[in-house]
Every structure is written in C-alpha cells, then in structure tokens.
C-alpha cells in the first residue's frame, strides 16, 4: 500500500486471541494477513471465556479499563479490545451477558474513528447487526463471514422452537445479507445452500477456512507427550480434538469403546463443551476406560498430539450436518493422518472429503460400520499411511494459511 492512505479494518469476533479455539486461531492468522499487507487492524471481542489456556494469557494479558468495562490488550502490535462475555451454567444468565456484549461492543464500536472495512463471522448471528451498523457509521465496507448457517443449525437442532424467535432471526438473516457489501462461506455447500436467500447472487464468494502447514505438519521423530497423556507404543490411539457440543453425534463411539474394551485399541477426546459431562457420565456408567478425556490443550502441542494418535476421528450429529463444517479436518490432513466420518451423504465434509481417498466416510449403520472401519485401519498400516500422504498432499496444494490468508486480503481489498 506504498503511496496510498493506509486502510483500517475492523475485525468484530465473538473469540480472538488469547482465547484458544479455532475460530479464534483463523481470525487470529487473518488478522496477521492484514496486517502484514499494510492494513491498520483493530479487533472487537469478547473477553476470553470459551477455552481459557493459562500460558497464552500470561502472554498477552488483558488491562482492564473503566473498572472492567471493557479490556485491552495487544496480539502482536494489533490492538484488541475485549468487552466481558462469560459462560455461566444459567441459562437466563448467558442471555444476560450476551446481550450485555452485544450492547457494549457496539457502544464501543461507534466510537472506533475511520473504519474502511468492518469484517465479522458468524456465529452468533446477531453479530452482523451490530457490525453493520458500526459500518455504516464509518461509511465503511461490510463483510459477513459464514462459518456456520444459522437460524438453521439452531432449528435443525430443536434449540429453537419459537415460531416468533425464528421469524425474527430469519428476517435478520436476511437483512445482513442484503446490506452486507460482500459475504463469504467456506464451502460450496454452504453457498448452495444459502444463494438463493440473496437479492444481488454476486456478492457471495467462497473462501475456504485453511490450516498453518508450518505448525501443523507431520512429526515423525519419537516424542514422549507430557503429563497427563501416556503413549503406549502398544496401544493403537484414535482422537477427537474439538468441541464437545451439540454438533457431536457421540453413540458410534460409546458402542465401539463397549466392543473393543479388551483389546489393545483406546479412544483421546480432547476438548470441553455442553456435552462434556454428559459423555463423562457415559464413559463412568458404562467403565469404559479404553476412552480418555482431557481438556484443551495449547496450540503448540496439538500438532505433537496429533502426530501421536494413529487415527482420527470426527462424528457429526445428523441434524447438524448441513450448516457445519470441522476446520480440523484440514489440521488432521495436514500432520498426514487417517480420519473415519460418520455423516450423512451430501453433508459438507462428505463432499470435501469424498474425492480425496484420505478417509473413511460413513453414512449408514454408524455404529457397526465405526466399528469396523476401525478394525480395518488399525489392521492395515499401508492404508493409514496412504490416507494419510493423500490429504498432505491435498492441503499443502490448496488450504495453507498463506494462499487462503492472501485471498481475503485481495478480495476485500477490491471491494
């Protein structure tokens, strides 16, 4: 940008650095990319709240101003401010705060001077009210991107039930669509699914959501995992890193966990959320100690512990299939790993994955198909490693963080 008016873009993200989940990691690198093509970056969020790693908020400590109100701190010379969001098991108060997030982040948002661009994600859904309307105070440019489709996911899901809740969420889908200036989805599914809801079909484009080859590659030389992990060389691992949620579909793997329970084969769930303790009463209930549960982990020692399961794993809730899409399918393709999906035919990572020859899809009889696509894998190293250079090869030619980072600068640039 030599000779011209440096442009400033606001990112507005529900989590961001030092929160360590993948939407924050992406918006974290997209920042960076901005950054680096000479953008001036400044990002709203929320205070860390929906996975909370001691290190990395010893690394970037947030300053609280006006007694807590809101925070500030700095993600490599970016400037982040964090208005307070919190997890409480209260429904009603999880209402509370996410309201009182949503009003403070656009109080504050109106007072951020000469925006050029506004970018957010979604969910929440409502995040792109109140960044359109901090867009249109700067007479700046809008930008909505969708890495899940809602109200959908939330109707599919019987989360939503209130024929007036979801009348209203419908119509402020709509109305972010029609005054966003462009939109971005992460899959061709996601654009079918959606390109019919907009009035001008031009402003949507994909641009896929993509993984740091140089953090995640495959690690081959033999390093002992820290406690509370036990590598046992003996023991053929299967992982799941993520979010234990809704989108989870998690009967395959107690039903696999009960018929392998004497055999040299255990289950890592790696990861928190609404289902956690659900699944620990399961596991407890039924004395499956072949499946271990740990929490999140920090970013720089997932790759090791990616490299350390032989297989991986994801299985998708049915009712959610359509408007989701795992960002992890790209980590686990990019250290050279075998992954097994239960899903349902047409779903996103089916179609992303059904061409590639890296995985086992499963889209009937999940229970005893997991199960021996399992056996099968755990009895054919060949295979695992064909699976495995397959998706490397993919990810390194398409997803890496440079080539998809470059195309949001470029593209919002145009616009």
Known sequence: MEGQKVKKILIHSIVFSPDAVSTAYLYNDIALGFMNRGFKVIVLTSTPHYNKVHDTLKLQPLKKYLLGLYHISDFHGIKVIHIPLKKYKSTILRIISFIYWHFLCLIIGLRIKNINYVLSPS??????????????????????????????????????????????LKKIELFIYKYACAVTTIDQSFYNKIIDRFEDK??????????????????????CLPYPFINDINKSKLLYAGNIGLYQDWEPLIFAAN??????????????????????????????????????????????????ADIHFILINELMDQDGFPSKVYSIMATSKPL????????????????????????KNKNIEFLNSILYLVKNKSMQKKFGENGLLYIKNNFSKTKIVNEYVTFISSI
Not at 131 to 145: D, M, P, Q, R, T
Not at 280 to 290: A, F, G, R, V
Not at 340 to 354: A, D, Q, R
Request: positive net charge; proline residues 6%.
């Open 202 to 223: 031009r402003k949507v484009k994909i641009i896929p959501n993509f993984v740091d080859i140089d953090l995640f590659k495959p690690i081959t030389d033999k390093v």
């Open 123 to 168: 969910p929440p859904l409502t995040i792109g009210l109140i960044s359109l309307i901090i867009a249109k105070k700067n007479k700046a440019k809008f930008i909505y991107n969708i890495q899940e489709i809602y109200p959908d996911i939330l109707i599919k899901n019987n989360i939503l039930k209130s024929k007036i809740l979801i009348y209203f």
């Open 259 to 308: 018929e392998l329970k004497n055999s040299n084969i255990e289950f890592w769930i790696i990861g928190d959320g609404s289902k956690k303790n659900y699944l620990q009463k399961i596991i407890n209930d039924n004395n499956l100690s072949n499946i271990k549960l740990f929490p999140y982990q920090k970013r720089e020692l997932m790759p090791l512990i990616y490299s350390s």
């Open 340 to 363: 097994i999906v239960v899903t349902k035919e047409n779903s996103p990572i089916y179609n992303f994955l059904n061409k590639l020859d890296c995985s086992i899809l499963i889209c």
